[in-house]
């Protein structure tokens, strides 16, 4: 028997949406497409996922690792999953049995046997078309620190820990509608560690178009493992005020504009925190390559915060921070003025503005082709590591000119990026 097609039963991939933080990351990594969402729910399509599993170790919150057996011609549909609240519960052997699954000869297990026999294991990276998703890391740098993770949210004995706005200053020149707002958060005498390069949730006040509360919504951390004030217990944030999605669309962003409009001494719900392999390394010889756009700094901040800090104490001499940041223009780009005054022979920094009136388009990975000779001497060497943050439009752009830049020094690219994914090296986080 062809189980493939013929096997009565499905092991339904699924996403939990009391755990799911929103964060996106699943749409951004799978490589067939089978993740989409809408203002409630990231879903996974039945007919398209492969069960690759390429989505499950990078999401932060392990929403994404569940699964359900379901007759193979009735799965749950999109449009159920986008209306839940709660995973249903399984259902059971007789259940199954009453829409003609299982029998006394194959039973349920026997037919789930079969099932994940036939499944396929994918291979991104032997797909015809750049897959750029393929070659970013899941696992940490060797040098990270320990990081914590989860200790507020729905599935821990505390839903959430309060904290209180201590700061929210702008950091763009421009108007009120592009404005992006440093937020700092205060937890009092909550534990609450990070490191830099994870994220924590908010959970907006209200309700939803369905009359349910609110979920959480992600953001980065800005702020490195000691503070935005050092020796206290605070986050900083970097947050723009959305309003337009993805699309282009006019569109009111329920979270971003919560927290931009908040006022010193307001109190504000998190969960988190999330994260544990976009960390930055810790040994001393490691280079840092920070590659972002927008708020996409908010990570590379922490990471050079950190830096300085332990270069100012004489605690670190070595290893290089290389910086490509883009924007429309320069008015939209966050800590454009603090960013300019940090010692250049501290990190090196690249600017690409897509808007500039009278001037050509230049992006990220203009730049970084520009910086060619550079940016492959710094691949060569086992302590550099690679980080990319954003829209997730700029990441295949940004893989691919990594690519051409070891390609066009005679490099091998497979091997090059198949070991920055395999140890660590390259870590990708788009939106």
Known sequence: MDTSTDSAVLKQHLIDPEICIRCNTCEAICPVGAITHDSMNYVVKADICNGCMD?????????????????????????EQLGWDSLPAEL???????????????????????????????????????????????????????????????????????????????????????????????????????????????IPPGLDARGKPNHPRQYSIASPRNGERPGYNNISLTIKRVLEDYQGNPVRGVASNYMCDLKVGDQVQVTGPFGTSFLMPNHPKSHIVMICTGTGSAPMRAMTEWRRRLRASGKFESGKLMLFFGARTKEE???????????????????????????????????????????????????????????????????????????????????????????GRLHLETY
Not at 360 to 377: F, G, H, I, S, T
């Open 55 to 79: 989505c499950i170790s990078p999401c932060p919150t392990g929403s994404i690792d569940n699964w359900r057996l379901m007759p193979r011609v009735k799965p749950y549909t999109i449009e």
């Open 92 to 202: 059971t052997p007789e259940q199954l049995a009453e829409q003609g699954v299982g029998s006394a000869e194959e039973p349920v297990a026997e037919l789930l046997a079969q099932e994940q026999a036939s499944t396929p294991a994918a291979d991104p990276t032997g797909e015809t078309t750049f897959n750029s998703s393929a070659f970013g890391a899941t696992t940490p740098p060797w040098s990270a620190a320990h990081a914590y993770a989860n200790l507020y949210g729905p599935k821990s004995a505390d839903k959430f820990v309060t904290a209180t706005v201590v700061g929210n200053v702008r950091v763009t020149e421009v108007g009120k509608e592009y404005d992006t707002h440093h937020i700092v958060l205060d937890f009092g005498s909550m534990p609450f560690p990070v490191l830099e390069g994870q994220s924590i949730g908010v």
């Open 333 to 423: 780009l966050p800590y454009f003025g603090p960013l300019q005054s940090l010692p250049k022979d501290f990190i090196d920094t690249s600017f690409a503005f897509s808007r500039t009136p009278n001037q050509p388009k230049k992006y990220v990975q203009d730049l970084m082709r520009e910086r060619a000779a550079d940016l492959v001497e710094l691949l060569k060497d086992p302590n550099t590591f690679i980080y990319v943050c954003g829209l997730k439009s700029m990441e295949e752009g940004v893989v691919m000119a990594l690519r051409d830049v070891v390609q066009n020094a005679g490099l091998n690219w497979d091997e090059i990026g198949g070991r920055l994914k395999k140890e």
